[in-house]
C-alpha cells in the first residue's frame, strides 16, 4: 500500500478536486485482476501498472486518466471485460483502457501496409480521446525502462518501434520529459557502444561543466535580482540521444558541441522574459542568427520560450532558454500539461480542443492516402519533421513542417489560393514554386484564374494538406475526362471514293471546320481537312480540289494526295490571323499497367487542351495502345503535348498519328 500512499500524494499536490476514491478503487481491482501473474522482471505485474499510473500523476493527468492507467492491460492479460469496468468504473474509463488495449496490438515491425494502417488506426484514438496515446506512452516508457529482460531480437524490434513512432509522438504531444528519455534508452539499446561512449565522455566533463555552469547561473542571477525580477537560474542537461543526432547532422566531434553549456531561466510573468533576455545580452555577447523567439511564436507542439546563444568571457558558448513556469509545464508536459485544467474547469474546452485541431486536420489530409508508404512518409513529414515559420505580408504566421515550399504555404492559407496559385514572391523577390521556406520568410503567393494545380507539383510539395488538394483536383478533372471520352463514338474507317474529274468548282459559303487556311486565288469554296494526314498550322500544305466536296487539305508529303491531273492542285497556305484550334491525331505505346490511361490523361488535361476522342486497349504482349483526338493551335502546342505524354511512366512511343489510324 506505500505506492498508493505515494500515489494519492502527488494526486493531491497538483489536483485537490480529483476523485481519489477512484483511483483507490481502480488501484484494489487491478491488484485482485493481476494477482499471481509476473513480469519477466520478477516483479508481480501489479508493479508496471503503479508505475504506469506514477508516470500519469507526474504528468499531472486527471484522475480518470489515472484509473485507466491502472486497469489499463485488465483487458488485455486478464479474463475481464470493457461492459465489467465499464459498469464498475464507468463508460468514460473502459473506454480508454479499451483504447489503450487496441494500440498494444499494433505490430509496426510488420509489412509496410500493415503499419500505415496500423498508425491511421492509432492516430484515429488519438483523436477521439487523446488520454489514449498518454497512457500508452507512459506503459511503453516503463516497458523500456525494464526491456532488457526481453529476447535479443524483442529489444531490437520494440527500441526500432519506439524510436520511430513513440518517441516522435511525445514529441508532437509536447512531452519532453517522455521524450528524451524513450530516445536515450532506444538508443541505449540499439547501439550500446555509442550510448556509453557518449556517457563516458559526459562523466569527463561533468565537473569542469558543473563549475562552469554555476559560475554563470550565479552571475546571472545577481544581475535579475539587481534589475528586481524574480526568476530561477538552473543549468540544462542535455539528453544522450540529441548529442548523438547533433553529431551526426552537423559532423561535429562531441568537443565542438557547443550546447553542453545551458542555462533555463524560469520567470513569473511574459514581461520578465523579455527583460530577462536584455540582461542576458548584456552580460554576453549574443550570437549572431542564433536568437527565436518561440514565445511570439510557439511550436507545433505548443512550445514557448525565448533561445538565444551567447559567449561568455572566454569565447565560450552558452545556450540560454527563457520562459515562464507555465510554459516551462507545458515544454515538460506538452498536451498533458492542459488536461487538468479541462478536468477542474480552469481552462475553456473550446481552448483545450484548438489544441487538437491540427490532428483532426492531419487525419483528414491522411484519409485520401491509399498507398502505404506515401502515407508514411506524409505522416513523418506532417507528424515527426521539424518546423518553419513564414509569414503571410499582413503578418499571419504560417506553421509548416521543414523543408514546406511555397505551394504548401498557399495551400496553407486557402484551398484556392493553392490551386490557383502561379508564383510567389518571398522577401518581396520572385522565387520557383518549388523554393524551400526558410524561418521568417514573408511569402506573397500570386494567383490566377487561369492557373490549375499541376502534376508535377507534387514532386516536391512537402504537405499532406498540399498533396490531399491536389490530387482530389487532379481526380475530379481525370474522372470528367474518362467520362467524356466514354461518351465518344470509336471513329469508324470509311472509304474514300476516287476522286472523279469536276466539271465545275463547287460554290459555296465557306466551310466553318476549316478556318485558317488561306487559298491562292480562290473564294466561296468549302474547305476541309483531309483526315489521312491531319495538317496543322506549321506543316508545309498542298490543296486538292475533289468532286464533290471541295478543297481537300493535305499535308505536302502525304502519299495520298493524286497526282495524276494537276490541274486540281492548288496552291494554300496558313492564314496567320486566326486564332483556330484543330484535330490532331496521337498514337502512344506504353507497357500496359493499370492507371496508364488516367495518368495519361491527366498530362495532356494539365497543358489545358480540348480532347475529341480517348480509345485504348491492351494487347496480349503487354502492350498498351492510346489513341487521342486533340484540338490544337498548331504543330507546336502538338509537340509540347508529345513531349508531356513522353514523361508518363510506362510510355516509350508518342507519335503524331492520323486520325483515320484505328487499332
Known amino acids: 500500500m506505500n505506492e498508493l500512499a505515494a500515489l ?129 506512452l507512459a506503459d511503453r516508457l516503463h516497458n523500456m525502462q525494464t526491456l532488457k529482460y526481453l529476447p535479443p531480437e524483442k529489444i531490437q524490434s520494440i527500441s526500432t518501434e519506439t524510436l520511430q513512432i513513440y518517441a516522435p509522438l511525445a514529441h508532437r504531444l509536447g512531452i519532453a520529459k517522455i521524450r528524451s528519455e524513450l530516445e536515450d534508452l532506444s538508443l541505449h539499446f540499439l547501439n550500446s557502444k555509442v550510448y556509453y561512449d557518449l556517457v563516458e565522455r559526459v562523466a569527463e566533463k561533468k565537473a569542469q561543466r558543473e563549475k562552469e555552469i554555476q559560475t554563470f547561473c550565479a552571475l546571472l542571477q545577481t544581475e535579475l535580482k539587481k534589475a528586481g525580477i524574480k526568476a530561477e537560474v538552473t543549468g540544462r542537461p542535455k539528453h544522450f540521444y540529441s548529442i548523438y543526432r547533433k553529431m551526426a547532422d552537423q559532423r561535429k566531434s562531441f568537443d565542438e558541441l557547443f550546447d553542453l553549456r545551458a542555462l533555463r531561466v524560469i520567470t513569473d510573468s511574459l514581461r520578465d522574459c523579455y527583460a530577462a533576455l536584455g540582461i542576458v545580452h548584456t552580460l554576453w555577447t549574443p550570437v549572431p542568427g542564433r536568437f527565436k523567439d518561440y514565445i511570439a511564436m510557439p511550436k507545433m507542439n505548443m512550445y ?54 491540427w490532428l483532426r486536420q492531419l487525419l483528414e489530409w491522411l484519409q485520401d492516402l491509399k498507398d502505404p508508404k506515401e502515407f508514411m512518409q506524409s505522416l513523418r513529414l506532417d507528424l515527426f519533421s521539424g518546423e518553419v515559420y513564414a509569414f503571410t505580408p499582413k503578418g499571419r504566421v504560417i506553421e509548416l513542417p521543414a523543408g514546406s515550399t511555397a505551394v504548401d504555404f ?178 502512344v505505346k506504353a507497357t500496359d499497367r493499370p492507371n496508364l490511361l488516367a495518368d495519361i490523361l491527366a498530362s495532356i488535361r494539365e497543358l489545358n487542351v480540348n480532347l475529341q476522342t480517348a480509345n485504348a486497349y491492351g494487347r496480349k504482349d503487354g502492350t498498351g495502345i492510346c489513341d487521342f483526338t486533340i484540338d490544337v493551335t498548331g504543330q507546336s502546342e502538338l509537340n509540347n503535348i508529345i513531349i508531356a505524354i513522353r514523361k508518363v511512366d510506362g510510355v516509350y512511343s508518342v507519335k503524331r498519328s492520323s486520325l483515320k489510324e484505328t487499332p
Open 304 to 357: 514557448q520560450s525565448l533561445h538565444t546563444t551567447v559567449l561568455g568571457k572566454l569565447g565560450e558558448r552558452i545556450e540560454v532558454q527563457i520562459r515562464t513556469g507555465e510554459m516551462h509545464r507545458t515544454a515538460e508536459n506538452g498536451i498533458a500539461a492542459h488536461w487538468i485544467y479541462k478536468e477542474t474547469g480552469d481552462e475553456p474546452k473550446e481552448r483545450f480542443d484548438e489544441k487538437l485541431v
Open 8 to 136: 494519492l500524494k502527488e494526486i493531491r499536490s497538483y489536483n485537490r478536486k480529483g476523485d481519489l476514491k477512484l483511483v483507490e478503487q481502480a488501484f484494489a481491482y487491478a491488484e485482485q485482476a493481476h494477482s499471481g501473474q509476473m513480469r519477466l522482471s520478477g516483479d508481480p505485474f501489479l508493479t508496471h501498472c503503479i508505475k504506469v499510473a506514477q508516470l500519469l500523476a507526474e504528468l499531472h493527468l486527471d484522475t480518470t486518466t489515472i484509473a485507466a492507467g491502472l486497469l489499463h492491460d485488465v483487458i488485455e492479460d486478464t479474463h475481464h471485460t470493457k461492459a465489467e469496468l465499464a459498469e464498475r468504473f464507468g463508460e468514460e474509463v473502459a473506454t480508454l483502457v479499451e483504447g489503450v488495449t487496441q494500440i498494444g496490438r499494433v505490430k509496426y515491425h510488420s509489412s509496410e501496409e500493415h503499419q500505415a494502417e496500423n498508425i491511421r488506426k492509432m492516430l484515429i484514438a488519438m483523436a477521439k480521446d487523446i488520454r489514449v496515446i498518454l497512457i500508452k
Open 410 to 587: 498557399a495551400y496553407a492559407i486557402h484551398s484556392d489560393i493553392g490551386n490557383q496559385c502561379r508564383g510567389a514572391k518571398v522577401n518581396g523577390r520572385m522565387v520557383p514554386l518549388r523554393y524551400r521556406l526558410k524561418q521568417g520568410d514573408v511569402v506573397e503567393i500570386v494567383t490566377s484564374k487561369k492557373q490549375t494545380p499541376r502534376r508535377d507539383w507534387l514532386d516536391f510539395v512537402q504537405t499532406s494538406r498540399a498533396r490531399s488538394k491536389i490530387r482530389h483536383w487532379l481526380k475530379v478533372q481525370e474522372d470528367e475526362l474518362r467520362h467524356a471520352a466514354e461518351k465518344e463514338e470509336k471513329p469508324r474507317v470509311q472509304k474514300q471514293p476516287e476522286p472523279q474529274p469536276p466539271t465545275e468548282l463547287p460554290r459555296q459559303a465557306p466551310a466553318k471546320e476549316a478556318p485558317g487556311v488561306g487559298v491562292a486565288g480562290i473564294s466561296n469554296m468549302m474547305v476541309r481537312y483531309a483526315k489521312c494526314c491531319n495538317p496543322l498550322p506549321g506543316d508545309k500544305i498542298r490543296g486538292y480540289i475533289t468532286r464533290s466536296r471541295g478543297l481537300s487539305i493535305h499535308r505536302e508529303a502525304c502519299p495520298n494526295v493524286p497526282n495524276d491531273d494537276p490541274a486540281r492542285m492548288l496552291n494554300v497556305n496558313w492564314d496567320d490571323k486566326t486564332h483556330a484550334t484543330y484535330p490532331a491525331g496521337i498514337r
